[in-house]
């Protein structure tokens, strides 16, 4: 199943500002292999595969990001980066940044993100949860499929994609993030069988939350490069 007028999507790569966005020259969309076990409702397992009909030409402005190794848990308070398009207030109507924007949150704990006082036993294994309890900064609407990325040493890791979450910056409710390093298996096992038919590169890989196809109850619109790094 695809979201409709798929063959009309374009990827464009490298891009900060709106303005910078050529009038031709994306990437068109070829495919997209939605995890099988998704569901609307929990947003769980809210991730997928998107194939492109030509690679991305990477280059000092478009790099991939590394995929997390295997049971790689970054520890709770490590700072990671977001950045999105999306709104910047809750009221800010719908309208989209001009500027690709970024943050800074911290991780916070499966074991706190589920108490009483947060989300109330919301997050799956599958999740993770980053931000302040105080509501500072958050992703929001017009965010979905952003990358969190951590740094390991010398190396950007992609630990999570913009899930779901209640309002923007709202004390108590940090965002939640689908958690990539549990999803692992699943990735390769998809590239290894599309690329030996001779249908996907890591190049032509792309992930994004389901949310982004079909409507969570907030956040959308981010492209991520994945690839394997050891």
């Not at 994609?161 to 923007?168: H, K, P």
Request: aromatic share 10%; glycine share 8%; proline share 6%.
């Amino acid at each position: 199943m695809h979201p409709p007028y798929i063959s009309s999507w374009l990827v464009f790569a490298g891009i900060i500002a709106h303005v910078s966005v050529p009038q031709q020259a994306g990437a068109a969309v070829e495919k997209i292999i939605y995890h099988p076990r998704y569901d609307d409702r929990t947003h769980d397992h809210d991730i997928a595969l998107m194939k492109l009909t030509t690679p991305l030409n990477f280059s000092n402005a478009v790099r991939a990001v590394c995929l997390p190794q295997y049971y790689q848990d970054f520890p709770h308070g490590t700072h990671c980066w977001i950045s999105g398009w999306g709104y910047t207030t809750p009221e800010h109507g719908k309208q989209l940044q001009e500027m690709l924007k970024e943050a800074v949150v911290p991780l916070i704990s499966t074991k706190k993100c589920n108490s009483s006082c947060v989300y109330s036993g919301e997050l799956t294994p599958r999740m993770l949860c980053a931000g302040y309890l105080d509501g500072k900064v958050d992703a929001c609407q017009g965010d979905s499929g952003g990358p969190l990325v951590c740094q390991d040493e010398l190396t950007w890791r992609l630990v999570g994609i913009v899930s779901w979450g209640t309002g923007c910056a709202e004390p108590n409710y940090p965002g939640v993030y689908t958690k990539v390093a549990e999803f692992l298996d699943w990735i390769y096992q998809i590239i290894e069988v599309m690329g030996a038919n001779g249908q996907m590169t890591s190049k032509e890989s792309l992930l994004l939350e389901l949310s982004l196809l079909y409507g969570s109850r907030r956040r959308s619109s981010q492209f991520l490069f994945p690839m394997v790094c050891f």
